[in-house]
């Protein structure tokens, strides 16, 4: 929680409409319930009933326009976070705020991109 606030923080500043979840179990509730959610950003070690890689798998399995971002993976798990992120398996911590926005734009991008092509 105490990462996840000064996160959300940032991105609101930089204009993100963003929608916080202290577990994977209220993340699930948000992807249900919500019609668009462009990018998940979680953490490896997400609390809840479903691990960061359970989440990952239910939103690309039933939200697959949905950008997954896993963040402190550790490195054991990098394999398979890569096959359920985009662009590379994850950010490492230490993050800074400017880092995780600048990851989530370039995200958005390739998807805008990919959607006029």
Known sequence: MLIRMPIAAYLRDCGYRVIEAASSDEALVVLQHHTTIDVLFSDA?????????A??????????????????????????????????????KPYEPEAVEDYIRRLLALQSADESS
């Open 55 to 92: 989440l990952s798998q239910w939103t690309r399995k039933n939200r697959p326009q949905t950008k997954i971002v896993l963040a402190g993976s550790p490195k054991t798990a990098a394999k398979a976070a890569g096959k359920l992120c985009e662009e590379g398996p994850h950010l490492a």
């Open 45 to 53: 070690e997400v609390a809840g009933a479903l691990d960061a890689f």
